[in-house]
């Protein structure tokens, strides 16, 4: 009963949104001021990086590797226009490829943020074929790296703000088995070339409190927790308690988790609308996917963790009435163990 785009359990949840959906439906006003001030570059396969501090600073950030192999790519010159992609003959690459073909010099890209580009996509098995274009639409798209194809998710953290990279992408970082359109075929290998326009880091996880507002959870961690509410009036902003602190990693802006939980009504007087113990296993989900309570309540939690979360309608379900255990502006009371980081 979290899911943004339903109310149906956290079992049939999907599981990613798919770049195309999500690119094509969203956009900004940010300008490529500052890519189109950058100087043209040759193709792919003559750039090499020289800045060695540069470097370190995007390794900072991400675990890819930035090679100068474009394993005979082509892309025409000019961050102010839309580029051109010639494909070589050949079987294309079996791991992920990440080319920096204009480094850029602003802001460096973190893992989980979300990101403003001009990008063109093709396809490999199509012979170049071109099956998305942010140039052809007129605008920049806007999206989070938690929302996309592995292939950008992995390969965008330590970009820069106003550089040009290429991404050659193997079918298991992309859609795999699956033809989502026309131009991308079963087990196809996608081709991108990026131009970052603007990055927004994702926020600092929330410091918990110890102040559960009257809430009591009884229960051990390997048990179907119980949450009595102490009535009144509810608290207006979202409330974290760690209940469990758990000793295993953290996780992050961008993940899936894996969880036990239960869910209950603040309204309606602890009426429980919610739990994955009563199915008998654990939920997976991406925090991409679910209400902004969960969203911005769970990063930072740690594996073998319990945390109540205590959430206003505003980051819930507002006015709607999902179910008849959820009231119209209800408070939802949540408590989370955290099973594994999925993704």
């Given at each position: 009963?979290?899911?943004?785009?339903?109310?149906?359990?956290?079992?049939?949840?999907?599981?990613?949104?798919?770049?195309?959906?999500?690119?094509?439906?969203?956009?900004?006003?940010?300008?490529?001021?500052?890519?189109?001030?950058?100087?043209?570059?040759?193709?792919?396969?003559?750039?090499?990086?020289?800045?060695?501090?540069?470097?370190?600073?995007?390794?900072?950030?991400?675990?890819?590797?930035?090679?100068?192999?474009?394993?005979?790519?082509?892309?025409?010159?000019?961050?102010?226009?839309?580029?051109?992609?010639?494909?070589?003959?050949?079987?294309?690459?079996?791991?992920?490829?990440?080319?920096?073909?204009?480094?850029?010099?602003?802001?460096?890209?973190?893992?989980?943020?979300?990101?403003?580009?001009?990008?063109?996509?093709?396809?490999?098995?199509?012979?170049?074929?071109?099956?998305?274009?942010?140039?052809?639409?007129?605008?920049?798209?806007?999206?989070?790296?938690?929302?996309?194809?592995?292939?950008?998710?992995?390969?965008?953290?330590?970009?820069?703000?106003?550089?040009?990279?290429?991404?050659?992408?193997?079918?298991?970082?992309?859609?795999?088995?699956?033809?989502?359109?026309?131009?991308?075929?079963?087990?196809?290998?996608?081709?991108?070339?990026?131009?970052?326009?603007?990055?927004?880091?994702?926020?600092?996880?929330?410091?918990?409190?110890?102040?559960?507002?009257?809430?009591?959870?009884?229960?051990?961690?390997?048990?179907?927790?119980?949450?009595t509410l102490p009535g009144g009036e509810p608290p207006a902003e979202l409330v974290v308690v760690d209940i469990v602190e758990g000793d295993?990693?953290?996780?992050?802006?961008?993940?899936?988790?894996?969880?036990?939980?239960?869910?209950?009504?603040?309204?309606?007087?602890?009426?429980?609308?919610?739990?994955?113990?009563?199915?008998?296993?654990?939920?997976?989900?991406?925090?991409?996917?679910?209400?902004?309570?969960?969203?911005?309540?769970?990063?930072?939690?740690?594996?073998?963790?319990?945390?109540?979360?205590?959430?206003?309608?505003?980051?819930?379900?507002?006015?709607?009435?999902?179910?008849?255990?959820?009231?119209?502006?209800?408070?939802?009371?949540?408590?989370?163990?955290?099973?594994?980081?999925?993704?």
């Amino acid at each position: 009963m979290i899911s943004r785009p339903s109310t149906r359990t956290l079992a049939v949840l999907l599981a990613c949104l798919s770049l195309l959906a999500t690119a094509c439906g969203a956009s900004t006003d940010a300008t490529t001021e500052d890519a189109s001030e950058s100087a043209a570059t040759d193709t792919a396969t003559d750039t090499t990086s020289e800045d060695s501090a540069a470097e370190d600073d995007a390794d900072a950030t991400s675990t890819v590797e930035v090679s100068t192999d474009a394993r005979g790519v082509e892309v025409s010159e000019g961050l102010d226009s839309k580029p051109e992609i010639t494909l070589p003959d050949g079987e294309p690459p079996a791991e992920l490829v990440v080319v920096d073909i204009v480094e850029g010099d602003g802001e460096v890209v973190p893992e989980g943020a979300t990101v403003t580009t001009d990008y063109v996509g093709v396809s490999w098995t199509n012979d170049g074929e071109e099956f998305d274009s942010s140039w052809d639409r007129g605008e920049p798209a806007t999206f989070p790296l938690s929302g996309v194809i592995q292939g950008w998710t992995e390969g965008i953290p330590g970009m820069k703000v106003g550089g040009r990279r290429l991404l050659i992408i193997p079918p298991d970082q992309a859609y795999g088995e699956a033809a989502p359109s026309p131009a991308i075929a079963a087990n196809d290998t996608l081709v991108f070339v990026i131009d970052l326009v603007e990055v927004v880091p994702p926020p600092e996880p929330i410091t918990p409190t110890t102040d559960a507002r009257g809430v009591e959870v009884e229960g051990d961690l390997d048990s179907k927790p119980e949450i009595t509410l102490p009535g009144g009036e509810p608290p207006a902003e979202l409330v974290v308690v760690d209940i469990v602190e758990g000793d295993g990693e953290v996780v992050p802006f961008d993940a899936a988790v894996t969880t036990d939980y239960v869910g209950v009504s603040w309204t309606n007087d602890g009426e429980e609308f919610d739990s994955s113990w009563d199915r008998g296993e654990p939920a997976t989900f991406p925090l991409s996917g679910v209400i902004p309570g969960w969203t911005e309540g769970i990063p930072g939690m740690k594996v073998g963790g319990r945390r109540l979360l205590i959430i206003p309608p505003d980051m819930a379900y507002g006015a709607s009435a999902p179910s008849p255990a959820i009231a119209a502006n209800d408070t939802l009371v949540f408590v989370i163990d955290m099973v594994e980081i999925a993704g």
